[in-house]
């Protein structure tokens, strides 16, 4: 490989970087791996300690109940672009009906830039 080819194949994977960046920070305000670790961490623990609190929806009525649902589709929403795959169950858990979705990543195979 040829000193020209060299430097343009590095300065092309550097553009495709700071493109992703300026993608990142665009769509959620952070451009870092740590600062995007740590807000999905906290979704998933907003999204757990609504679940693990209202899973079964008991006690809540009309209103609180709508507003607590809309909530966790907010989350929802902005954690399901930052996932490839989502699965939502239903089961009983001390006889009270639960509802829990998990987000997971798929792990790519090939390009390291």
């Known amino acids: ?9 590095l300065d092309g994977q550097l ?10 920070e665009e769509r959620f305000g952070v ?4 600062e995007i670790s740590r807000m999905i961490e906290n979704l998933e623990a907003q999204l757990r300690d ?3 609190s209202y899973g079964s929806c008991g006690g809540l ?16 929403s902005v954690l399901d672009p930052m996932y490839s795959q989502k699965s939502v169950s ?16 798929a792990i790519q195979q090939g390009d390291d830039q």
């Open 1 to 9: 490989m040829s000193d020209f080819t060299m430097i343009e194949s």
């Open 15 to 24: 553009q495709s970087l700071y493109r992703d960046r300026e993608i990142l």
């Open 31 to 34: 451009s870092s791996a740590e």
């Open 50 to 52: 609504l679940y693990n």
């Open 61 to 76: 009525e009309g209103v609180e109940q709508a507003r607590m649902l809309s909530r966790i589709e907010e989350l929802s």
């Open 90 to 105: 239903f089961f009983l858990e001390n006889n009270q009906p639960v509802l829990r979705a998990e987000w997971h990543e």
